[in-house]
């Protein structure tokens, strides 16, 4: 999700200055005192004027947020599916090289295991760098405002995010996003090089 916001934060019976992070899985705060609230574990959630209200099985949090805190309180309810943050829309033909996306029932134009003619999208798992070299024949199936998401192991000396915008560049692509796959994988997604006349 990735929002954040300067605030006060009540909890406790402390009150403290800081900022509060909302993030995929968990809404923090940083200040006098820190909370990290893992959203799954959000009991109950209220937004009234200008404070966000978060009930977990640690006790009740105030933030401060002020018009910020419908938003907040709506984007926690309402969590980003995978296939909202990989940009799958419904009716897209999308392939499957190396790797499993729950593409949410979203399209049944699904090819495993190869790239098709015509791709909107294109899912490559890499695990070490030697695979990357595939990136630039995948450029032949893609239609052309279609995308390539390069789905890679994080922390791992085989491969890196610096290693994966390499060899995208090297294969004439360029990276546009990175979104979270998983906890154990990062998601890079590349487009062609348009070439300016």
């Known amino acids: 999700?990735?929002?954040e916001a300067s605030c006060e934060?009540?909890?406790?019976?402390?009150?403290?200055?800081g900022k509060a992070l909302l993030e995929t899985d968990e809404l923090?705060?940083?200040?006098?005192?820190?909370l990290s609230i893992p959203l799954p574990s959000i009991e109950s959630l209220e937004a009234a004027d200008g404070v966000?209200?978060?009930?977990?099985?640690?006790?009740?949090?105030?933030?401060?947020?002020?018009?910020?805190?419908?938003k907040w309180a709506h984007k926690i309810?309402?969590?980003?599916?995978l296939a909202d943050k990989l940009d799958i829309k419904p009716g897209?033909?999308?392939?499957?090289?190396?790797?499993?996306?729950?593409?949410?029932?979203?399209?049944?134009?699904?090819?495993?295991?190869?790239?098709?003619?015509?791709?909107?999208?294109i899912f490559f798992g890499a695990n070490a760098a030697k695979e990357l070299a595939k990136l630039g024949s995948f450029q032949k199936?893609?239609?052309?405002?279609?995308?390539?998401?390069v789905i890679y192991p994080k922390g791992q000396k085989q491969i890196t995010e610096v290693g994966?915008?390499?060899?995208?560049?090297?294969?004439?692509?360029?990276?546009?996003?990175v979104a979270r796959f998983s906890q154990t994988h990062t998601a890079l997604k590349f487009v062609v090089r348009q070439d300016k006349p």
Request: charged share 25%; hydrophobic share 40%; net charge positive.
């Open 1 to 3: 999700m990735g929002k």
């Open 9 to 17: 934060a009540r909890f406790g019976g402390k009150t403290s200055a």
């Open 28 to 34: 923090l705060f940083r200040g006098e005192f820190r």
């Open 52 to 70: 966000l209200r978060v009930t977990w099985p640690a006790g009740t949090a105030l933030l401060k947020l002020g018009d910020q805190a419908a």
């Open 77 to 81: 309810r309402n969590p980003r599916t």
């Open 92 to 121: 897209l033909r999308v392939s499957l090289v190396g790797v499993s996306v729950d593409l949410d029932g979203r399209t049944t134009d699904v090819t495993e295991g190869k790239a098709a003619k015509d791709s909107d999208l």
């Open 141 to 149: 199936s893609l239609k052309s405002k279609g995308a390539i998401w």
């Open 164 to 177: 994966v915008i390499q060899a995208g560049r090297q294969a004439g692509l360029v990276d546009i996003k």
